[in-house]
């Protein structure tokens, strides 16, 4: 069998978009397999990350709206109960909280976090203790997050958002 120049490029830019992909599957696989503590951490650590790309406009007021009374909810809580709903939806532990969450979109799933951690920053929730270590693991999904682009960073923390709470819905 011979390669031709294109069969050659052909396969070059499969392999680059293999890569690219394959970046994000894994980062998706190596986060959900992190201690439910650490999913927290890369989270909030991703938004410190972020933050700044991310401008409220874009998160969109309307989508709040369906999360606004799960927010005020937590913001009510002691910090103790805020880490532990935190806990809840990361683990997809069945709780009121992971259940009101699990009904919400996928957007509105990523505005409910983004809001959740701007609350933090105003002194609404618990935050991240200081000298909190992250795993080997922990740390390598967010260097790898760190050198995925915006879009890319959109699509690994969809899914990871998306799959925590409980859908009440489902069977
Ligand atoms: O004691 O609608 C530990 C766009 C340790 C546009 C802890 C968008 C033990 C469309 C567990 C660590 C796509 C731009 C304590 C939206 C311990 C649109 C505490 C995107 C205390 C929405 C841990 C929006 C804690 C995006 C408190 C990209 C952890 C939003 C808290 C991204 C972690 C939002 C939190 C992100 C993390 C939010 C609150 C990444 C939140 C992250």
Redesign the pocket.
Known sequence: MTFTSDSASTRFSGAFNYSTSDAISSTIAVFKALSV?DQ??V??Y??TE?GRS?TPA???AA?LQLAEGLLNQIKQMSHAEQ?EV??DLAAQRNSAVSRSYGILSV?TK??F??E??EL?VKGF?????AG?QLSRDGSQVLETLKELDFGQQ?TV?RKVVSDMGVDPLAD
């Open positions: 503590d927290l951490a989270l909030w991703a938004y972020m991310i874009a998160t969109g989508r880490l935190m806990r957007n990523l505005a976090w983004y959740l951690s933090m929730v618990i935050p991240v203790p909190y959109i923390l």
